[in-house]
């Protein structure tokens, strides 16, 4: 077991966490009461919580709680709960085997890559689509969008729908939306200026899941001059509110 390796609010409900295995045997650690001084608070109550995984009651009581990593098992929907069954805390763990594992989720397209991006015209607006396994048909997770900088910082939030994505930092303010089917989705920065030259390139990362809460990531990074020519998209881009 490698560890976790990222993390995330899921629209401020509840905190999605992603932990990378090598095929080792591990334990991960999750609390559910997350200050130490609440903690401490609360601790001759601490065995009145119990936990759940995936809505299954779980043997384990007490605040805090190991999940076991076995290969890619251990990823699932925890929860914990009061004695009255009240829920306490929420947390979504994702597992995500290590670079030399071969990739399920995806397959390549015939440009030999994951995803395929393109763009109509250099007003910002690009897409980028991927094929999914046969047998590991999934959704998307998170996603990352940026324009490249050592020095840049990056926040990504989504919507109550999860959708609608908006990654924000200093050099870029992009918004992307998952279509429908769950297979590409329309971006579009708000601050590209079509009539400079693009100085950075923008970075894509494309967090997608299965329903056995296994989740890979895929990357491109381009800039829109290059893959304004290769644009073959067959609708129309839906402004982004």
């Not at 001759?44 to 043997?59: L, M, R």
Request: some cysteine; charged content about 25%.
């Amino acid at each position: 077991m490698k560890g976790p390796i990222l993390s995330w609010d899921n629209n401020k409900l509840y905190p999605v966490l992603v932990v990378e295995v090598d095929g080792s045997l591990g334990q991960q650690p999750l609390t559910c009461l997350g200050s130490p001084d609440e903690t401490v608070r609360r601790d001759n109550e601490s065995q009145d919580i119990f936990w759940k995984k995936n809505g299954v009651d779980q043997a384990e009581r007490g605040n805090s709680y190991l999940v076991q990593l076995e290969e890619s098992l251990g990823g699932g929907e925890y929860t914990c709960h009061s004695k009255d069954g009240s829920l306490l805390n929420h947390t979504m763990v994702l597992i995500q085997e290590d670079e030399t594992k071969r990739r399920k989720i995806l397959v390549k397209n015939d440009q030999d890559d994951y995803l395929k991006c393109s763009a109509q015209n250099y007003n910002g607006e690009f897409y980028c689509s991927w094929t999914w396994h046969r047998n590991r048909v999934g959704k998307v997770a998170f996603i990352k969008a940026r324009r490249v900088s050592d020095d840049n910082y990056t926040q990504c939030s989504v919507d109550a729908s999860g959708q609608h994505w908006t990654c924000s930092s200093g050099q870029s303010n992009i918004s992307c939306l998952v279509d429908s089917n769950g297979h590409r989705i329309s971006c579009r920065d708000e601050q590209h200026c079509p009539y400079a030259e693009e100085s950075k390139q923008i970075h894509i990362t494309v967090y997608v899941r299965t329903e056995h809460f296994l989740v890979e990531n895929y990357s491109r990074h381009f800039f829109l001059s290059q893959i304004g020519e290769n644009f073959a998209f067959d609708g129309k881009f839906s402004t982004l509110l």
